[in-house]
């Protein structure tokens, strides 16, 4: 797939972009709003654009019509915490191909992804069910076992620090923050510092904004 991604969190965003770089795919564009995407469409051939529902300023669907007029050949897939009916029926009849949840591990938004590419309209059934119906993850779940060691490593990786950064702002030698990291991801039940990230920012575990934990 050619993928453009729209979302305020570069984290996030330049997280995810490298997730699907890994599968295979090429991501043609990252967009930090609906603003800067519109460019980003008109100038590089994409199959597919996952865009989040909610800017500080604004909503994706209001800004569907002015994205889809930049590349009618795109399918549009809104990345949304809970789906309300309204808002379903207004993103179909906009055009929106399909809605993930941005609970979801990173392999789930790519199924996603991919079925929308494929042709299919997929409105992910995680985001249609109310806030508190949703089972907690499995990253928050084990959060409440990392020491505070480990919680440290978590938000400065969300903030974007490598390995080398963190060891000399903790103190450590990279062995020993290599170690740290390796056992935040264990923990995590994910196998990539991307993915740490991703789950970090996507269930609340940190704030990718000011780089604090949040649990």
């Not at 806030?131 to 020491?147: C, D, E, I, V, Y």
Request: glycine content about 8%.
């Amino acid at each position: 797939m050619r993928v453009i991604l729209c979302d305020d969190h570069a984290v996030f965003a330049d997280s995810l972009s490298l997730v699907l770089t890994d599968a295979g795919h090429i991501v043609v564009g990252v967009a930090y709003s609906p603003q800067d995407a519109v460019p980003v469409l008109r100038g590089r051939p994409a199959d597919v654009c996952l865009i989040d529902l909610h800017f500080p300023a604004c909503t994706a669907l209001e800004w569907m019509p002015r994205l889809r007029a930049a590349a009618p050949s795109v399918a549009f897939v809104v990345l949304t915490g809970y789906l309300e009916q309204p808002v379903l029926e207004a993103g179909l009849a906009a055009g929106v191909r399909g809605f993930a949840h941005k609970g979801q591990q990173a392999g789930d938004i790519l199924a996603v992804l991919r079925r929308v590419a494929d042709g299919e309209v997929v409105v992910d059934q995680a985001a249609r069910r109310g806030p508190g119906a949703r089972p907690r993850s499995q990253a928050q779940k084990f959060a409440q076992f990392l020491t505070p060691r480990e919680r440290e490593v978590l938000t400065r990786l969300a903030r974007g620090e490598s390995t080398q950064a963190l060891a000399k702002a903790m103190g450590v030698t990279r062995s020993t923050a290599r170690s740290h990291v390796q056992s935040v991801l264990s923990k995590l039940g994910v196998h990539s510092q991307r993915e740490a990230v991703i789950e970090a920012a996507r269930h609340g575990l940190v704030s990718v904004e000011t780089g604090e934990w949040l649990c």
